[in-house]
Every structure is written in C-alpha cells, then in structure tokens.
C-alpha cells in the first residue's frame, strides 16, 4: 500500500491509482504534505525519498509523479533525460534563492506554490501533470517571468490561506500552547492537533514554531508577541 522511508504514510482510499515520490527535506513540509495527500482521492501511495547525491533515480524509483522541493531540486542537476523518471513538480516560491545556475537544466513538469498549497491546488497539479500539462501557481508563474523579482511574498502581502481552525490553532500556537494543549482547546486528538500546526507550518514556510509565530506576525495573522513567548518546536 504505502512505502515511506521515513515513516510518513497516506491511506489509500477507492480508486486511488497515483504513487507519490517526496523529495523533501524538511521532516515539517513532508508531515504537512502526507496531511494533504491524505485528502486527494487519486493518491493510493506515497514514498519518501531521502535527499542524497549518489543513485538518485534509484532512489526516487517507480512512481507516477515526483515532488522535490526548491531546497532539494538541484540535487536533480543532470537527471533531465534519465529514462523513467517521472512527472517532477517542483514546490516552493523562491525557487532562485536554491538554484543560482540554468533552471533549464533540471527536470521540471509544474510548480507548485508553498503558500498557496492545498488538497485542492494539489489535486488540480497532479492531474494536470499526468494529463501533460504544465500546472503553475499564476503568482509563481509572474516571479519565474520576472527572474524572481517581485514586490513582496504572499507572507508580506498578508494573503496567506489559512483556514478557520487553523487560524484557531495557530492563535493557541502563537501562546505557547504544546500539541496536547491545543487538541484540549479545540477539542481534537493530539494527531489531529499535529496535523493543523504541521499544515500552518508548510503554509507559512516555516521550519519551526517561532519561525512561524514571526512571519504570522509579520503578515498580520498574529498580533504583537506576549510578553514571555514560548518555543516549542520539540513537540511538532
């Protein structure tokens, strides 16, 4: 059914068809994908591929479709015309600030955009991509046309989609409330807990739980900081 390298699984529901390969290397963004892949029907498999140099394609295997995050596309330099690999989207915004050579080079089939991720934006890509299309977040599409200039992310331009409880979460979050502490307010399990901060997390880009309270803050999702904040990233 589902093969994850590093224990991060998504259930398979009926007619599900689709292999998922991860080429993520942050534990948060991959813990918040499995979350949303969860939610896409046409996923029956997700597999983890641990970031690494040396027989890369080996590595990634069969799959339909491969995600790579920014961070770890150039990883990719040189596999453009290996037999095999499949579809590859590419997730992240600043995708210039991880690839300073001939973004040409890389094998790419779509895009997708880290602060615009959804099950529904994920849904959309996946089958476009199999279809042969090239899916692109259009506000992506305008920074790639741009040479990754722009005039502010979608943190600073205070547009990031988070949901109703996730706005919940992130509030009790930004408190310095544990997972279990934030299950206990909203009345969820803690899985359900981790899942909402690991999904505010990947929407905001932010590899821990300070990270995240700065840029909520900075996007005016947050109000100013408490007087004693508190760090919790161990508990994610």
């Known amino acids: 059914m589902v093969v994850a390298e590093t224990g991060i699984a998504a259930e398979e529901g009926p007619g599900a068809t689709l292999d998922v390969a991860l080429l993520v290397g942050s534990e948060v963004v991959c813990a918040g994908l499995d979350a949303l892949l969860r939610r896409v029907p046409a996923v029956g498999a997700v597999r983890i591929v641990v970031p690494a140099v040396d027989d890369l394609p080996e590595r990634i295997g069969p799959a339909d479709v491969l995600i790579v995050a920014a961070e770890q596309w150039a990883l990719l330099d040189g596999c453009k015309e290996v037999p095999g690999l499949p579809p590859t ?19 790419v089939d779509g895009f997708l955009s880290l602060k615009e991720l959804s099950a529904q934006t994920l849904d959309d890509a996946l089958k476009r991509v199999i279809a042969g299309e090239m899916p692109i977040p259009a506000s992506l599409a305008k920074r790639l046309l741009t040479g990754g200039r722009s005039r502010g992310t979608a943190a600073t331009q205070g547009v990031i989609p988070l949901t109703s409880r996730e706005n919940q979460a992130f509030a009790l979050l930004a408190d310095g409330m544990s997972n279990k502490q934030i299950a206990r307010c909203l009345g969820i399990s803690v899985h359900g807990a ?43």
Do not use: F, H, M, Q
Not at 89 to 107: A, I, Q
Not at 213 to 235: C, E, H, M, R, Y
């Open 89 to 107: 989207l590419v997730l992240g915004d600043d995708l210039y600030e991880w690839w300073n050579g001939d973004l040409s080079t890389l094998p």
């Open 194 to 236: 981790k899942r909402l901060v690991g999904s505010i997390l990947l929407k905001l880009g932010a590899s821990n739980r300070t990270s995240a309270v700065i840029t909520g803050i900075k996007s005016g999702l947050l109000g100013p900081p408490s007087p004693t904040p508190s760090d919790a990233v161990g508990d994610l």
